[in-house]
């Protein structure tokens, strides 16, 4: 164990509490705005942020995340096994979310056994794991969107969706086996999340975050035309959910220690890529120009066209909520964009 890596974690001689909750992917999207919300509920020596080496950009770690300890995510799994941190939460967030990534090892590793590791070391050292799967694992729908389906019937269109698929199949395997098992193992397949923090994601980032950049710069948004007679252009539907709300469920499931598995993060009611650059349009305060493209090629056979969550799962386990209206949550993204441009 380095001496860099015994300082930035140790508790032993700082005086400070032991680090009670772990978010991996903590630079990152949605585990950035977690982050964010935890600080407002715990005192920032109790928290870790955890995620690949911080680039020059982001500044420090002291300063990307407000007094929050940073390990990487390799220093992270180092002090685990070195038994310097104890952590009684983990939520792991942290991992490649590009659908269109095509090297399978590179996948395999980071997505798929960094998971397996941080699983294991939670049910050996009586911890708890919340972690993020992904709407991505239903493949094109056809066996519909119901996280209470048998996990053998889905097929991933893309590599990303197969490498969370493998983890939520693995953690079923190691269930069947009575090996033993996290205090609390929870997986969210989060559907399509926009909101605040989702920039540097670039290609990936949401149609909200897209849109409202080419408002401002041309006028108008470009939309993908439908290659499929049963669309209209635009009228392809997701589970939009804001990360605010993302956030809540999140935090909703970790009050429930008694609660495990694996379940839908969206909304439950579909709506359409137009709809959702109508209400950018409107939060924008400009009037309606959209332009339909062709799709690309290397979308068209991997290209889910509708996407809803079944949310009775969740509701069984107790976490009942009442999701921002698109259209509301649409205004108060585009208000932060405005503010923080």
């Not at 041309?218 to 993908?224: A, C, H, I, T």
Request: charge should be neutral; hydrophobic fraction near 40%; glycine fraction near 10%.
């Amino acid at each position: 164990m380095s001496k860099t890596l015994d300082t930035a974690v140790s508790t032993r001689s700082s005086g400070l509490p032991p680090i009670r909750i772990v978010v991996t992917g903590a630079a990152g999207f949605i585990g950035g705005q977690l982050l964010q919300t935890l600080r407002g509920l715990y005192a920032a020596s109790e928290l870790l942020a955890v995620d690949h080496p911080l680039k020059p950009a982001m500044g420090t770690a002291t300063e990307a995340f407000g007094g929050v300890r940073f390990l990487s995510h390799t220093q992270f799994l180092e002090a685990l096994t070195a038994g310097i941190l104890q952590p009684e939460l983990i939520f792991h967030l942290g991992a490649c979310s590009s659908t269109t990534e095509t090297d399978w090892n590179y996948l395999a590793d980071n997505n798929l056994a960094y998971s397996q590791k941080l699983w294991n070391w939670a049910a050996a050292h009586g911890a708890r794991l919340l972690y993020a799967s992904s709407a991505a694992t239903y493949g094109d729908g056809e066996n519909g969107f119901d996280d209470s389906l048998n996990l053998t019937r889905l097929c991933p269109l893309n590599l990303y969706g197969k490498s969370k698929h493998d983890f939520d199949l693995w953690i079923e395997e190691q269930q069947r086996q009575r090996v033993p098992q996290p205090v609390q193992s929870v997986g969210f397949k989060f559907f399509n999340v926009f909101g605040p923090g989702e920039g540097h994601k670039g290609r990936m980032a949401s149609m909200v975050w897209h849109g409202y950049h080419q408002i401002l710069k041309e006028g108008m948004v470009r939309l993908f035309e439908s290659h499929r007679p049963d669309y209209t252009h635009g009228g392809q539907l997701r589970d939009f959910i804001y990360v605010k709300d993302v956030v809540r469920v999140m935090l909703s499931f970790a009050e429930r220690r008694e609660v495990s598995g694996l379940f839908n993060l969206g909304t439950g009611q579909a709506r359409s890529f137009r709809d959702l650059i109508e209400a950018t349009f409107a939060a924008s305060g400009r009037p309606v120009s959209i332009e339909y493209i062709p799709m690309p090629e290397d979308l068209r056979g991997r290209y889910q066209y509708f996407t809803e969550a079944t949310m009775t799962k969740t509701a069984r386990a107790g976490v009942v909520y009442q999701p921002t209206p698109l259209e509301d949550a649409v205004a108060d993204y585009v208000a932060w964009l405005r503010d923080n441009a």
